[in-house]
């Protein structure tokens, strides 16, 4: 999944609330002060390992992680996940209506140009 992290970026805001009404996903969030895998979280949590990996499929597809690989030099790598985001925002526009607008951290060069591999790679 590519993103601009650099940007603010306005994203659906049911997702979003949906993601920040729930216990163990704001659980998981906590949790993360580096990147983890779901069996770290799962563990550090105290969530079953199923719950797990639906929570962070309802925080990644809402925005608020991302996923890492952590290449492993047994060949067996893993998923990592980590906060995508330093503050989320939700306003009420000039037409009544709610926006929710996600700050995301400067990217390095590295993480830049892994992003731009990774698009290319998706495209072709």
Not at 60 to 85: C, K, M, N, W
């Amino acid at each position: 999944m590519a993103r601009e992290p650099s940007a603010n970026e306005s994203s659906d805001l049911q997702p979003v609330l949906d993601a920040l009404d729930d216990a163990d996903a704001r659980a998981i969030i906590r949790g993360l002060d580096e990147p983890k895998t779901a069996n770290e979280l799962s563990e550090c949590c105290d969530i079953p390992l199923s719950t797990t990996y639906r929570k962070l499929d309802l925080l990644t597809e809402s925005g608020l992680l991302e996923e890492g690989t952590e290449i492993r030099s047994d060949g067996h790598h893993t998923t990592t996940y980590s906060v995508a985001f330093e503050e989320v925002r939700i306003a009420l526009t000039e037409g009544r209506d709610l926006d929710v607008e996600i700050a995301r951290p400067d990217q390095g060069p590295e993480e830049r140009l892994a992003d731009i591999w990774t698009a290319v790679r998706e495209e072709t």
